[in-house]
């Protein structure tokens, strides 16, 4: 298996432009998350799909930042307009469950960005 | 609400010898426990999970996790690391129904 595909893998981009993140989950899989991490807040869950629905966005900083996923392969994380605080590596995850509290993730190589 | 602490955020150890990361957690209803690793440039990969049972869980690579109730603790063990093993290690509680809470991550670093 290709385990979980996220593109691009460095991002660098000047503050007020838009920025998306694309993921694409295992296979099979039908839960999928959308995590940051930075130095000061460590790993944060953003927000999860299950089902291709959004289940739980209360980790979604402010209005700047939405995530769709149109079908089973494919989601994007956007940023618009971004800022240099939103300089993290933004991970991406799926699991083959619905059982969010228990099901193992797996996780994407993540997306640096950087936001000048 | 859950929440999990590591009280290490690096542990140097030399090849070949026994490291504990310390991982304790609070939360007022029962949980669930997991330890994920990232190695350089690469996603968390789960280690072991405890969900119930036997409070000693073993896990990949050697590495093995008890969950101490009483201590509210769930603390990660190698008898004998190699220099593979240097990663970051990140504590994870849940409960039914709620999402993955991670710990800060504890770097583990092997020195030959």
């Known amino acids: 298996d290709a385990g979980v595909i996220q593109s691009p893998r460095h991002e660098v981009t000047e503050m007020g432009q838009e920025v998306t993140l694309r993921c694409k989950p295992i296979?099979?899989?039908?839960?999928l998350f959308w995590y940051r991490q930075t130095m000061m807040r460590g790993l944060e869950l953003l927000i999860y799909?299950?089902?291709?629905?959004?289940?739980?966005d209360s980790g979604m900083p402010e209005d700047r930042f939405s995530a769709k996923m149109p079908n089973a392969s494919f989601s994007t994380l956007k940023i618009q307009p971004s800022e240099p605080r939103d300089s993290a590596v933004y991970f991406c995850?799926?699991?083959?469950?619905?059982?969010?509290?228990?099901?193992?993730?797996?996780f994407g190589p993540g997306t640096r960005l950087t936001v000048l | 609400a859950q929440s999990v602490t590591q009280l290490d955020s690096q542990v140097p150890v030399f090849e070949e010898a026994p490291v504990e990361l310390r991982c304790n957690y609070s939360?007022?209803?029962?949980?669930?426990l997991f330890w994920y690793v990232q190695y350089p440039n690469q996603g968390l990969q789960l280690l072991l999970k405890?969900?119930?049972?036997?409070?000693l869980v073993k896990g990949i690579n050697g590495f093995e996790a008890e969950f101490n109730k009483s201590q509210t603790s769930f603390h990660l063990r190698k008898p004998s690391v190699h220099i593979s093993d240097t990663a970051e290690y990140f504590c994870?509680?849940?409960?039914?129904?709620?999402?993955?809470?991670f710990g800060q991550g504890t770097e583990l670093s092997v020195k030959p």
């Open positions: 995850a799926s699991s083959s469950g619905d059982r969010v509290s228990i099901d193992t993730q797996y």
């Open positions: 296979s099979g899989h039908n839960s």
């Open positions: 799909f299950n089902n291709n629905v959004p289940i739980d």
């Open positions: 939360s007022s209803v029962s949980v669930y």
């Open positions: 405890y969900l119930s049972g036997s409070t």
């Open positions: 994870a509680v849940s409960v039914w129904g709620g999402k993955l809470i």
